[in-house]
Nanobody, 124 residues
Framework: QVQLVESGGGLVQAGGSLRLSCAAS????????MGWFRQSPGKEREFVAA????????VYADSVKGRFTISRDNAKNTIYLQMNSLKLEGTAVYYC?????????????????WGQGTQVTVSS
């Protein structure tokens, strides 16, 4: 069992920045991939970014490349999402996810555990 808790969401103006955190606990010894997804009302949960827990490799959705950065702190069992140059379409609930392999990391079914999400609202 793995528990994930997101934090850092809030209200920001377009063009601003926000940093999200996801703390993992429980049985994390088999963790290979950690990812961020987001979901807006009426839309499917979409991939944002993923990071390999051991290798220096990351993957980003085209919509956030150059603006968002995913990182990790293995000692703290925590991943982060630094969001810069936020756009109105960035408004969503952001979810952290954990998986036991690093293959098709942009797919939701690659992850076995999910956090409850943290709300990010971007205003004009």
């Amino acid at each position: 069992q793995v528990q994930l808790v997101e934090s850092g969401g809030g209200l920001v103006q377009a063009g601003g920045s926000l940093r999200l955190s996801c703390a993992a606990s429980g049985r994390t010894i088999s963790t290979y991939a950690m990812g961020w997804f987001r979901q807006s009302p009426g839309k499917e949960r979409e991939f944002v970014a993923a990071i390999n827990w051991y290798a220096p490799h990351t993957v980003y959705a085209d919509s956030v490349k150059g603006r968002f950065t995913i990182s990790r702190d293995n000692a703290k069992n925590t991943i982060y999402l630094q969001m810069n140059s936020l756009k109105l379409e960035g408004t969503a609930v952001y979810y952290c996810a954990e998986g036991t392999r690093y293959k098709q990391v942009a797919r939701r079914n690659e992850y076995g555990y999910w956090g409850q999400g943290t709300q990010v609202t971007v205003s004009s």
